[in-house]
């Protein structure tokens, strides 16, 4: 054997040994990736999955004029005013005859929803015919009823350590006796707006927030970057100072934390330029000027993508530089775009920190309409809901983030399909 | 200059528009500190519900930061109301008038108390607020007047021979919280204050008086346990030797599972809070921009709302939200005052 042979077998041994070791590393670390996400997941699914469903309560209501305080011919602002929860607590103490006791009554009265006295309202305001009859409905339970229905509340525990007390318990089994007691599935977690009683509060005015942010994020950011990324890539003159200094300043600007454009929205847009605070406007403002960079560089990139010989050949047939841009550049370079728009927007649909500074972060009952109605977004949702004493607010949370999960992933599929579909290779 | 043109075009557009918003606003925007926002909350959620108005739009600022956007001006571009777990300062009032906020009206709307609990199986306490100074301040009066030493009481014992002789471990908000301030006024500033010396050092040197009496100790008795109430008290339920600093109202969520401490030899209830002879509770209220009113849809509607018997009294919704509520002269006459929209007098 010659020398140099000697010397590689030697060592062989060892070498292997290294490339053993680096794969078991790598393993390692892909598994216990892996292992949190699959922890983080079961718990956030495990917590939330309750919150899909709801507790209702049949009530038999007789909706007597003498109580609610109206006729059958009075107004319908009358009727919206009428005393709804007084029929209600009626039907429960009807209900509960033996009970007398002042808190116990209260605690009654706290077994429905408040929103049961808002829903006969309702009911009676779109059929005035309803008066003086008697109906059995369904309305919300008191969110304590709910969790102790989803087996939260352990009834063995001593009556000091538990927020249903025996008192109560009563009232619920002879209720689920009776067949009064239903889980159903939660529609109003779809169908709400933000409430701070856990059994009313849904998400619909923060998807409604997040959708009209995003909107206004999208129409402003991805026409300005896609000029911004063709004027440099196509345009603007090479081995210029100026224009690498704008270079080097956009992709810095895609590095600055979030919150550093909540501070400048704050000073410009609104303290300038007078927008309102806590609007989809001026969320959308704000979360553009963060995407932008994100989709400048994708742009470029996909531009730089599209070979030469194309873009030479339409100039060969005549083709001005724009329209060799608009009708061969930019349809190429496309998929490479929209790509990086979705991402950007996915990272923008989960940002909190700069709408903290532009009252996004606020208490909004009501589904916004439009780019000037107060909102909040899907992020900040679970943010105040966290925030919550109340315990049904906990699997609520988990339900929410479950959501917004739910939409980035679907946002982040469309772009890889988008990438697969239409990426093409020369 | 494709993309300069294109923003010169967009703040065009965002000028426009807002000029177009600024001519009106249908829902009434408060803002202000946390410890009000969970009752201001559900009074907006009734109030939305129950009138034909638009729910109002809630931002938690804090007193501080809610009173500066409530002063900065009168258009509809600022809040109608500002919310506060302390009385607004003449400073504040001289910033709202120079901004041309002059008609401002004060409603209290009753009391939150700042709990010293510890979990149920661990021991009872009963403490002045001269102990709890004792216990957690950074610098404490040495053998002589006029001189401070390094804290080193290690346990409740060393501050006071009847408290038991567990280590000093008390678990609180952060600077950056209303209820870290109000217990550091209240109970730290309370206790410092009973050292006759350093009561008249307030009047010769009011920033080394703060000092002294507002810094407390940084060597492991007082950990700072995050903004989140929740945590606290899941804290303290692991931990029976452990104190905890938070609201009342997540006392009296959580009444299964920790007990308030005694201060100054009075329990922390109800009734405790409402007249005062539980030292550590401040009132909390709301400011109303009176120009607003009749210019902003509702205002009237939602103080009415708040000063309702049904919302403020004893057995109104906000008491379930762990509200105390003020007695009843005082919410006669202060709902009648609110009402009418009497200017703030300092």
């Known amino acids: ?426 | 200059m494709k993309h300069l043109k294109t923003i010169v075009a967009t703040a065009a557009v965002i000028a426009a528009t807002s000029s177009v918003y600024a001519q009106g606003r249908e829902h009434i925007e408060i803002v202000g500190s946390s410890t009000v926002y969970p009752f201001a909350t559900v009074v907006a959620e009734t109030f939305g519900n129950k009138t034909e108005f638009k729910t109002p739009k809630i931002e938690s600022t804090g007193s501080g930061g809610g009173l500066k956007l409530f002063c900065s001006g009168t258009g509809v571009d600022t809040p109608d109301i500002t919310n506060a777990s302390r009385r607004i300062k003449q400073s504040e009032v001289e910033l709202c008038a120079s901004n041309g906020v002059n008609n401002v009206t004060e409603v209290q709307i009753g009391y939150d108390g700042i709990a010293i609990a510890n979990a149920k199986s661990g021991q009872d306490f009963s403490l002045t607020r001269r102990d709890i100074f004792l216990a957690l301040a950074k610098e404490v009066p040495g053998a002589n007047d006029g001189e401070l030493v390094e804290n080193t009481a290690k346990t409740w014992q060393d501050v006071n021979p009847d408290l038991p002789a567990i280590a000093i471990e008390v678990l609180g908000p952060p600077p950056t919280s209303g209820t870290r301030d109000a217990f550091v006024e209240l109970a730290m500033e309370g206790g410092c204050k009973s050292f006759d010396w350093i009561k008249a050092m307030k009047k010769e040197d009011k920033s080394k008086y703060k000092e002294v009496c507002h810094t407390i100790r940084e060597d492991g008795a007082f950990i700072e346990a995050g903004e989140n109430d929740n945590l606290i008290v899941q804290k303290l339920e692991k931990n029976p030797d452990a104190l905890g600093i938070f609201g009342f109202s997540f006392l009296d969520q959580n009444s299964d599972k920790v007990k308030g401490a005694q201060v100054d030899g009075a329990d922390i209830t109800f009734e405790n809070i409402a007249d005062g002879s539980y030292p550590v509770s401040r009132p909390l209220y709301f400011y109303v921009k009176s120009d607003h009113v009749g210019k902003i849809p509702g205002i009237a509607e939602f103080i009415a709302e708040f000063t309702d018997e049904d919302t403020w009294g004893d057995e109104g919704y906000l008491t379930d939200k762990g509200l105390i509520p003020l007695n009843e002269e005082l919410r006669a006459e202060i709902g009648e005052a609110a009402n009418s929209l009497k200017p703030l007098t300092l």
């Open chain 1, 1 to 426: 054997m010659k020398d140099s042979t000697k010397i590689i077998k030697a060592g062989l041994n060892k070498r292997y040994a290294r490339e053993k070791r680096f794969k078991f590393f790598g393993l390692c670390s892909i598994i216990l990736s892996f292992a949190f996400l699959l922890i983080l997941l079961s718990t956030i699914v495990g917590r939330g999955l309750p919150a899909f469903q709801q507790t209702y309560m049949k009530l038999d209501v007789t909706l007597d004029e003498e109580t609610l305080g109206v006729t059958s011919n009075s107004s319908s602002k009358e009727l919206f005013s009428a005393k709804y929860d007084k029929v209600i607590r009626n039907t429960l103490y009807d209900m509960f005859p033996n009970v007398s006791d002042r808190k116990e009554k209260r605690a009654l009265r706290n077994i429905v929803s408040n929103s049961a006295a808002y829903d006969l309202r309702d009911k009676v305001i779109a059929n005035p015919e309803l008066l003086g009859t008697t109906q059995s409905y369904w309305f919300l339970a008191k969110d304590d009823v709910d969790v102790y229905m989803k087996g939260n509340i352990d009834r063995n525990l001593p009556e000091s350590d538990r927020r249903i007390k025996d008192f109560q318990l009563v009232w619920i089994d002879r209720l689920i006796a009776e067949d009064r007691l239903e889980k159903r599935f939660n529609t109003v977690l779809f169908n709400a707006a933000d409430s701070r009683e856990p059994e009313q509060a849904g998400m619909r005015g923060a998807i409604m927030g997040s959708f009209l942010t995003m909107l206004v994020t999208l129409l402003l950011s991805f026409p300005v970057a896609v000029a911004a990324a063709a004027y440099l890539e196509e345009f603007a003159p090479q081995n210029n100072r100026w224009v690498d200094l704008i270079e080097v300043n956009i992709n810095n600007l895609a590095a600055v934390p979030s919150i550093v454009f909540g501070l400048l929205g704050l000073a410009v847009f609104i303290n300038f330029f007078g927008v309102p605070r806590s609007t989809p406007l001026i969320g959308g403002l704000v979360l553009s000027l963060m995407t932008l960079p994100t989709i400048i560089i994708a742009s470029r990139a996909a531009i730089k993508a599209v070979p030469p010989s194309i873009k030479e050949a339409a100039i060969g047939m005549g083709a001005s530089p724009v329209q060799t841009l608009f009708q061969h550049t930019l349809p190429l370079a496309m998929p490479g775009i929209l790509t990086g728009t979705i991402i950007g927007m996915a990272q923008a649909l989960g940002e909190t920190a700069p709408l903290l500074m532009i009252g996004m972060v606020a208490f909004v009952a009501e589904v916004p309409g439009g780019i000037f109605d107060p909102a909040t977004v899907m992020p900040v949702q679970i943010y105040l809901w966290s925030d919550s004493p109340e315990r049904a607010f906990t699997e609520r949370t988990s339900a929410a983030i479950m959501v917004l999960l739910a939409f980035l992933i679907v946002m982040n599929l469309i772009a890889i399909i988008l990438r697969k579909k239409f990426e093409r290779r020369w």
